[in-house]
């Protein structure tokens, strides 16, 4: 006896399957077995450094049962609406092998037989310590690892290919979800998949205006929709929102040709925790780390509108710090930085102590005195230096004056203390969540960004193809672009 855990990951390929998908044909077949979902299938996003994922690195499970209590609407499936219930009564170790076998079989036959794709699938009555998740959204988790974990709790698993899958499947079991988003995925009849998707971007806007539960549907900046993938896949467009009911209601309201299913699946998206706190000596390639310091050497504009500039952390060492063009925002902070800034500075490692940053919060700014001559006290006229050290002289009474009676102001900064993060374009799904721009800034392109909330510390998704562009040029470990 005991519930019935699933996880499964890795059954895409880079222009076709989606694991989400996979999991929407699960939740069929559990259906068909008189299972129900005992709280709502999860979605959940690991470590998204990590260099052979095929697009977001996301892993998928849920928890079945008889449901029995109360209940949310959490899909529409062949036309029928399924709900997941808060409570259920446990299967029968019997129910949970049948499930098991047919499971495997379901996700094969959803599996493209692909390079690179390699399904697992995890069924489990107990769940792996959370800290098997903290571990694959934060660092590189060896498949003996997961193995191991998964056996601790006599999980049935089963592979094809590359058993890697094992530790996205097994992850995704462990989230504790303690904190979470949730994204409402609707996806495509299956003869359109593949074509041109049509949404209309007005009725996505006026949904995320009236709805402020709504998160990433449109980047007001760049003017991209950011609720539709750019690939192959089934997925026809996501509602990310931080509560269940924002994202039903607005599925009713955003007109787009006809889904054929949808699920509302709860996230780690936009929770920041891929993040933690970490010395700049220990940041090295494939992790991600937020690092206080003290800004070390001027920035440099790079080729692109990248800008590079260095933070040295208490210890004493230093770690570079990439700002890319296409997060908009980052680049004209950076560049308005001064060595002697305290900034705390996030993002992730392509090689030791180099981050890419995905957020720079100012904390307080080094006021910089700038010298400047005299107006002469006699006749009031311009002075002159007379050389470094060496005093003004008046250029019209020739009065000479000793050097400290030079004029003294402070150099007004371009930018403010604060918290600054991507456009939304160029923000990844785990991002900590944060103020959106409300209005096209597009026009002014030369305008400061406007400091924000959230952010990590202050604890509170989809990556344009551009900004993926922009880490291949940097010398870094190849980055893919995120999709739904
Ligand atoms: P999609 O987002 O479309 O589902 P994906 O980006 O999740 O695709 P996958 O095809 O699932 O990509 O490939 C990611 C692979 O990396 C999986 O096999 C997964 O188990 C593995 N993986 C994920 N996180 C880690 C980690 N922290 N350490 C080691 N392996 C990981």
């Known amino acids: 006896m005991g519930t019935i855990w699933v996880g499964v990951d890795d059954t895409d390929a880079k222009g076709s399957g989606c694991t989400t998908w996979v999991l929407t044909e699960l939740l069929g077949l559990a259906r068909e077995q008189r299972l129900d979902p005992i709280g ?27 449901g029995r ?7 529409t499936l062949s036309g029928r609406r399924l709900f997941a219930y808060a409570s259920g009564a446990e299967p029968t170790t019997a129910e949970l092998e049948r499930f098991a076998r047919a499971a495997w079989q379901v996700v094969l036959d959803a599996s ?18 959370p800290e098997l998740y903290w571990k694959a959204v934060r660092e590189v988790v060896a498949v003996d690892e997961a193995r191991a974990a998964l056996d ?31 994204e409402l995925l609707s996806y495509r009849q299956p003869e359109r998949v593949g074509k041109p998707r049509t949404i209309d971007p007005e009725t996505v806007r006026a949904a995320q205006r009236a709805d402020r539960r709504l998160f990433l549907c449109h980047d007001p900046v760049t003017r991209r929709l950011l609720v539709a993938p750019h690939t192959g896949c089934p997925v026809l467009f996501g509602l990310r929102a931080t509560a ?37 000596a220990s940041i090295v390639p494939f992790l991600s780390a937020i690092l206080p310091g003290t800004v070390s050497a001027p920035p440099r504009a790079l080729a692109g509108g990248h800008v590079l500039f260095s933070v040295r952390d208490e210890e004493g060492d230093e770690v570079r710090c990439v700002a890319f063009e296409p997060t908009k925002t980052l680049p004209r902070v950076a560049q308005a930085l001064l ?36 107006a002469c006290p006699r006749c009031g006229g311009r002075t002159g230096s007379l050389g470094r050290g060496r005093g003004w002289r008046c250029r019209s009474c020739r009065l000479r004056l000793p050097p400290e009676h030079a004029t003294t102001s402070v150099i007004p ?32 392109p030369q305008s400061m960004p406007r400091a924000t909330d959230g952010g990590p510390g202050a604890r509170t998704s989809s990556r344009a193809p551009g900004l993926a562009r922009a880490f291949e040029r940097f010398p870094a470990p190849p980055e893919r672009e995120e999709d739904t």
């Not at 699946?265 to 936009?270: D, E, I, L, S």
């Open 40 to 66: 709502p299938p999860r979605l959940v996003r690991l470590n998204p450094n990590i260099p052979w994922k095929t697009r977001g690195n996301a892993a998928l499970s849920v928890r079945l049962g008889h």
């Open 244 to 280: 269940p009911e924002a994202a039903v209601r607005a599925l009713r309201t955003v007109r787009s040709e006809p889904w054929e299913r949808w699920v509302l699946f709860r996230t780690n998206q936009a929770t920041g925790d891929h993040l933690l706190r970490r010395s700049a």
């Open 339 to 374: 060595p002697g800034d305290r900034v705390v500075v996030w993002g992730s490692a392509s090689r030791p102590a180099t981050l890419r940053l995905e957020g720079i919060r100012l904390v307080r700014r080094v006021r910089v005195r700038r010298l400047s001559a005299p």
């Open 152 to 182: 601790a709790v006599g999980a049935l698993v089963r592979t094809r290919g590359d058993p890697r899958g094992l530790v996205g499947a097994a992850a995704a079991i462990a989230w504790p979800a303690r904190r979470g988003t949730w």
């Open 112 to 129: 493209p037989e692909a390079e690179g794709t390699d399904p697992a699938l995890v069924v489990a009555s107990r769940r792996p310590s």
């Open 69 to 75: 209590g109360r209940r949310r609407w959490v899909g």
């Open 413 to 444: 900064r371009a930018v403010r203390p604060g918290t600054y993060h991507p456009t939304p374009s160029a923000r990844r799904h785990l991002a900590p969540r944060a103020t959106e721009p409300a209005a096209a800034r597009a026009d002014d």
